[in-house]
């Protein structure tokens, strides 16, 4: 599957050889300091550990679930759905990152809404959700930009690092579910 997001910029399914892309854009600590399901440091065994849920994850679904952003077929990111039982819910939970030099030019914006449109078009789900820590005030624009409205402050409601972490609860309704 190859989703043009805009020129340069496209969704395709994650690879084993991203491996190496992975090792590097994941040893930034400002990626795990904003995501909750990456691991720092990022190992060799968490690539492929995740790689294997990945090419799992694709296989129950018939169709992947997980895609690469690539900027001229360079891994620069991840993007997804989560708790997705397709044909059995009308839900999913979104999730992203971005390999830092990327940050700040309107992809993920870009990637979220192409993800939304996805989702509800074919797909046919009629909500997205997706949680941001409370301090991540970028993700959370993001999602604005694309639709997202903020349905709830979750307090201390993520364990890392030994502390407890507000989180923001932002959903997408579908446009035939808006009312």
Request: glycine residues 8%; charged residues 25%; contains cysteine.
């Amino acid at each position: 599957m190859h989703l043009e997001v805009r020129p340069q910029i496209a969704l395709t399914e994650i690879r084993p050889a991203d491996k190496p892309a992975l090792l590097e854009h994941l040893a930034a600590r400002e990626i795990y300091e904003n995501t909750l399901r990456i691991p720092y440091p990022y190992t060799e065994d968490d690539a492929d550990q995740w790689l294997a849920m990945v090419a799992q994850s694709t296989r129950e679904h018939g169709r992947p679930v997980h895609w690469a952003i690539r900027q001229n077929e360079r891994l620069i990111g991840c993007c997804g759905f989560d708790h997705l039982a397709l044909g059995r819910s009308h839900r999913a939970e979104i999730g992203y990152w971005l390999a830092e030099p990327y940050w700040g030019r309107g992809i993920v914006t870009a990637v979220v809404g192409k993800l939304c449109e996805h989702a509800f078009g074919p797909w046919g789900l009629g909500k997205l959700s997706a949680y941001v820590f409370a301090d991540n005030a970028a993700s959370a624009r993001v999602l604005e930009k694309c639709g997202f409205a903020q349905e709830g402050y979750l307090r201390r409601h993520f364990f890392k690092d030994g502390r407890f972490l507000d989180a923001r609860l932002f959903a997408r309704l579908a446009e035939s579910l808006r009312r």
